[in-house]
T-cell receptor, first 121, second 111 residues
Framework: GAVVSQHPSRVICKSGTSVKIECRSLDFQATTMFWYRQFPKQSLMLMATSNEGSKATYEQGVEKDKFLINHASLTLSTLTVTSAHPEDSSFYIC?????????????????FGDGTRLSIL | GNSVTQMEGPVTLSEEAFLTINCTYTATGYPSLFWYVQYPGEGLQLLLKATKADDKGSNKGFEATYRKETTSFHLEKGSVQVSDSAVYFCALLQAGTALIFGKGTTLSVSS
């Protein structure tokens, strides 16, 4: 099945550091990838939609200069948290979209990575 | 805009109890509906789905029926196990957009 690999799974760093998170579709091409943020005991909030070869579309309230998204190939999207501060600590999850198959009973709208737990000290 | 509302948790049950987690949605048109599960320390897994009204999604003993008239997609299981302890998210999808999630409901099952 479609696999999305997200790396790193956990990162702890000092305030002011920039952190890059990678999201790869391992066995399929993903023209569209999504980045979500999950606060403790809360839902996943969509941060941005990333389309290969074009600028990401950010949701209202998400700082595009803070959360840089690059989707340079059909299998890789990256999220860079620039000059991270403790309030940026969170669980970040990426997902990739497959085209729906009429006869694919296992079709899923998005395949999720395992997430990255970011802790800023 | 589109939204999903789930019952507040946590839900605490004894093993073999009946489970219901309510989910209602607001959407234009006819979205697809999903339940995802997140086990402690892990990512999201698709539990079940329904793509049109009156469809029933089922998996691992869990069921949910897409009710257009009540805009609901309640999750049920007849007999929960300790291993079902997790956070459950209801979600909807409109064509061409990203999944929209409810706030999640934490289920804790004790033996």
């Amino acid at each position: 099945g479609a696999v999305v690999s997200q790396h790193p799974s956990r990162v702890i760093c000092k305030s002011g550091t920039s952190v890059k998170i990678e999201c790869r579709s391992l066995d399929f091409q993903a023209t569209t990838m999504f980045w979500y943020r999950q606060f403790p005991k809360q839902s996943l909030m969509l941060m941005a939609t990333s389309n290969e070869g074009s600028k990401a579309t950010y949701e209202q309230g998400v700082e595009k200069d803070k959360f840089l998204i690059n989707h340079a190939s059909l299998t890789l999207s990256t999220l860079t948290v620039t000059s991270a501060h403790p309030e940026d600590s969170s669980f970040y999850i990426c997902s990739a979209r497959l085209a729906p198959g009429d006869r694919d009973r296992d079709w899923q709208p998005q395949h999720f990575g395992d997430g990255t737990r970011l802790s800023i000290l | 805009g589109n939204s999903v509302t789930q019952m507040e948790g946590p839900v605490t049950l004894s093993e073999e109890a009946f489970l219901t987690i309510n989910c209602t949605y607001t959407a234009t048109g006819y979205p697809s509906l999903f339940w995802y599960v997140q086990y402690p320390g892990e990512g999201l897994q698709l539990l079940l789905k329904a793509t049109k009204a009156d469809d029933k999604g089922s998996n691992k003993g869990f069921e949910a029926t897409y009710r257009k008239e009540t805009t609901s997609f309640h999750l049920e299981k007849g007999s929960v196990q300790v291993s079902d302890s997790a956070v459950y998210f209801c979600a909807l999808l409109q064509a061409g957009t990203a999944l929209i999630f409810g706030k999640g409901t934490t289920l804790s099952v004790s033996s």
